[in-house]
């Protein structure tokens, strides 16, 4: 497993934009696919995107495309989440994860940074 730590969250209003960072520690890096995940109050989690160990793929539901991007630095252990357009309603604690490609599950978490959207 790989120990991640979440950080660049904060306070913005709506039509802004914030960068969020996981930095990775542990292992191999660019064995992990890292994937964001987000929990609104009172909502359960839910994916937004992933990216692959070489960052050559991402993965964007619907509702992440056009406004938020994922990237990676492998030489940086650090995957980033740039996030523009933000909406209230995106307002969330935002979870990095890990898992390696062979991996059903993510099995490894970091502890969340808080995003708070104003209107």
């Known amino acids: 497993q790989v120990q991640l730590v979440e950080s660049g969250g904060g306070l913005v209003q709506a039509g802004g934009s914030l960068r969020l960072s996981c930095a990775a520690s542990?292992?191999?890096?660019?064995?992990?696919?890292i994937g964001w995940f987000r929990q609104a109050p009172g909502k359960e989690r839910e994916f937004a995107l992933a990216i692959s160990g070489s960052g050559r793929i991402t993965y964007y539901p619907g509702s992440a495309k056009g406004r938020f991007t994922i990237s990676r630095d492998n030489t940086k252990n650090t995957v980033y989440l740039q996030m523009s357009g933000l909406k209230p309603e995106d307002t969330a604690v935002y979870y990095c994860?890990?898992?390696?490609?062979?991996?059903?599950?993510?099995?490894?978490w970091g502890q969340g940074t808080q995003v708070t959207v104003s209107s």
């Open positions: 994860a890990a898992r390696t490609v062979s991996a059903i599950e993510y099995d490894s």
């Open positions: 542990g292992r191999t890096f660019s064995d992990y696919v």
